[in-house]
């Protein structure tokens, strides 16, 4: 949960922390993250911060292929994780007054679903920056593959030889 503006780098800093330190965990030889999103938000189909921050802190930092596959516009009510997730926590904190980040925290992380599926949560108190622009040359330096079906909604960001550092 952020408290700044819900930008792309909050949302790949986010994946990356994710991969640094529970996929090790649960997914020890893990090579390869498939993406499922939706198209608009932090992580637009278009957004060109979310294609390079992916590209530099998860595929090139983190040595791992990672596929994303986005949820056409107006779709995303069938995504799984929309109806596990975020209506379990909706439920829980139904009629509770959100009156800081702790009391938001608080009720996300006594989110449990029938299922056992409970919920991790942590603030991050990072400002990220609003408008920012990838020129031409960065986007020229991806390694993306654009899948064959739907170009425009699935791809495939493989780690580069050399990346830059970030």
Avoid at 114 to 136: F, M, N, W
Wanted: hydrophobic share 35%; charged share 20%; net charge negative.
């Amino acid at each position: 949960m952020g408290q700044s503006g819900d930008t792309p780098t909050f949302a790949v800093d986010n994946i990356a922390t994710w991969c640094r330190t529970e996929l090790p965990e649960s997914f020890p030889n893990a090579t390869e993250l498939m993406i499922v999103a939706d198209c608009g938000g932090s992580n637009n189909v278009r957004s060109r911060v979310w294609k390079r921050d992916l590209q530099e802190k998860v595929a090139d930092a983190l040595n791992l292929v990672v596929t994303v596959c986005h949820y056409p516009t107006g779709t995303s009510k069938w995504n799984p994780i929309e109806h596990r997730l975020f209506s379990e926590i909706s439920k829980t904190w139904a009629g509770c007054p959100l009156r800081s980040f702790d009391d938001i925290l608080h009720y996300i992380s006594d989110t449990k679903t029938e299922t056992g599926l409970t919920v991790q949560a942590h603030l991050i108190t990072q400002k990220y920056e609003t408008g920012v622009k990838v020129p031409d040359h960065e986007m020229d330096a991806l390694n993306v593959r654009f899948h064959d079906l739907c170009p425009q909604w699935n791809y495939t960001i493989y780690p580069r030889p050399n990346p830059r550092p970030i």
